[in-house]
């Protein structure tokens, strides 16, 4: 818990450990079938992150019961389902409870080798960065929210969103080399990428022009339409960030928007950075890239040029 670990960790026995992890959130779209999808993959994904396979989930509900029709409940939790099945995840059980706010997420429980947990720390000097989903979901969901986002470009979030970290994940595990990794989710990529070096003898940089981000937010940032969340990360780790002065304010704002579902920030040898990018994208995850380095200076902090 003192380095802000995606989860817990339980070692039962030499070759077994249990991955533990809650997550559950109000709706961020209008969808209540999609809704659930996200809540579930968002959810899921802290395990996918420690390297762990997600074997049961419970769900997580908060309904006003008075207010709403249960009609909607169904269709939360059968999009909660569906992601469910899709990770190969049993659900035995939940919670609900009658509230004036809906939320919706899930308790997982996954399995691992205490020998191959993967943590938010441990990148080494020389290593590559790799993310595997774009930016910008939360600022899309503000914009949403105010009626100014375009369907196309909400298809682009809401795909993104739901799709799982599980072929990601397995990708990764297959691959040698790999010393952190975490996932991307309210605090922002530079909010969890400052979890990987806080307090460490390594520092990063991250290089603005590989970072990939849906086509569209810029123009919303620029316009103001930020979630508050986006300044509070900002607030919270603006002492750990050094900004070349070629950088642009909104992609700064991007790198520290809060996002839901996002994808994995991997810390692995610059030897089998390339490889594993080439293999993600064959599989599917197009928009993995290499976004920078682990450099020895400046030491527990990240350049961003």
Not at 19 to 48: C, E, K, R
Not at 57 to 71: G, L, R, W
Request: aromatic share 6%; glycine share 10%; with cysteine.
């Amino acid at each position: 818990m003192e380095h802000a670990e995606d989860a817990g960790v339980y070692k039962l026995r030499d070759d077994l450990a249990i991955i533990q992890t809650l997550d559950f959130f109000t709706p961020i779209v209008d969808d209540p079938y999609t809704f659930g999808q996200i809540a579930a993959v968002n959810a899921l994904s802290d395990v996918y992150a420690m390297g762990g396979r997600p074997l049961t989930a419970m769900n997580i509900i908060c309904f006003p019961v008075s207010k709403m029709d249960i009609a909607v409940l169904r269709q939360i939790l059968d999009g909660g389902m569906d992601k469910m099945r899709e990770a190969g995840v049993l659900l035995v059980g939940g919670h609900s409870v009658e509230d004036n706010e809906l939320k919706y997420g899930l308790s997982v429980t996954g399995v691992i080798h205490p020998e191959k947990v993967l943590r938010n720390k441990g990148a080494e000097k020389g290593d590559k960065l790799i993310l595997t989903k774009p930016l910008g979901t939360g600022i899309i969901s503000t914009a949403l929210k105010g009626g100014m986002a375009d369907e196309g470009l909400v298809a682009r979030s809401v795909k993104s969103m739901t799709t799982l970290n599980k072929r990601a994940m397995e990708l990764m595990t297959e691959t040698p080399d790999i010393h952190a990794c975490t996932d991307i989710t309210g605090f922002g990529f530079l909010g969890h990428a400052c979890e990987m070096v806080e307090g460490c003898d390594v520092g990063i940089k991250i290089y603005t022009s590989s970072i990939p981000y849906f086509q569209g937010v810029r123009e919303f940032v620029e316009m103001g339409v930020i979630p508050g969340g986006l300044h509070r990360n900002r607030s919270f780790r603006m002492h750990m960030i050094e900004i070349d002065s070629s950088c642009s304010d909104w992609m700064i704002d991007i790198l520290f928007d809060p996002q839901t579902a996002g994808g994995l920030l991997i810390s692995l040898s610059a030897v089998q950075a390339e490889v594993l990018v080439q293999k993600m994208r064959a599989e599917g995850i197009e928009e993995a890239v290499i976004v920078g380095e682990v450099v020895p200076e400046p030491k527990g902090k990240i350049l961003v040029v």
